[in-house]
T-cell receptor, first 113, second 113 residues
């Protein structure tokens, strides 16, 4: 997954604890996205960013917040994790001539007990 | 009716078979069509990207778009065990600089030696 690094790759946490997932890109792309992927639901957009400090909600944004203080970093925060947020989270980037083309990271597998 | 419908499979075929994967959609505003391949525990990777109706070929893969029927297909010729993965169709309505793709839920393909 050239140019995109997600951390942590795996995390187990307890209900009610805060969790932050990090996405780091080296492509200098303007747009960054957070998706979650669940069986039976496919990929669903949580939040996206169209520039530093510019973010917007996706279709499943409740319970999540994001921040982008630098072009290369996009953080996804679960303020108080719930079991329904157990999922695989993917960061993606797009930009330049291929703005409609997303490049995905390797994913972060989160389990909330 | 969901915006994008995709049969989840699994679709099991023997090595060398021709595979046909399909998606239907309801939103006539979709203009950009993509196929992503996702191996188990990996992020999706772009396989094919098309804009207009018709066929686009890349090696053993052919993407077909029929906007009048709101139907897209991905054909894989001479399928290989390494093609075993989940295939996601994705669509976007406009190149506004950022991309809010609508994904199908994915079809799992199993190619047996």
């Amino acid at each position: 997954d050239a140019g995109i690094t997600q951390s942590p790759r795996h995390k187990v946490t307890e209900t009610g604890t805060p969790v932050t997932l990090r996405c780091h890109q080296t492509e200098n792309h303007r747009y960054m996205y957070w998706y979650r992927q669940d069986p039976g639901h496919g990929l669903r957009l949580i939040h996206y960013s169209y520039g530093v400090k510019d973010t917007d909600k996706g279709e499943v944004s409740d319970g999540y917040s994001v921040s982008r203080s630098k072009t290369e970093d996009f953080l996804l925060t679960l303020e108080s994790a719930t079991s329904s947020q157990t999922s695989v989270y993917f960061c993606a980037i797009s930009g330049g001539a291929g703005a409609n083309v997303l490049t995905f990271g390797a994913g972060s597998r989160l389990t909330v007990l | 009716q969901k915006e994008v419908e995709q049969d989840p499979g699994p679709l099991s075929v023997p090595e060398g078979a021709i595979v046909s994967l399909n998606c239907t959609y309801s939103n006539s505003a979709f203009q950009y069509f993509m196929w992503y391949r996702q191996y188990s525990r990996k992020g999706p990777e772009l396989l094919m990207y098309t804009y207009s109706s018709g066929n686009k070929e890349d090696g053993r893969f052919t993407a077909q778009v029929d906007k009048s029927s709101k139907y897209i297909s991905l054909f894989i010729r001479d399928s290989q065990p390494s093609d075993s993965a989940t295939y996601l169709c994705a669509m976007a309505s406009m190149n506004s600089g950022y991309s809010t793709l609508t994904f199908g839920k994915g079809t799992m393909l199993l190619v047996s030696p």
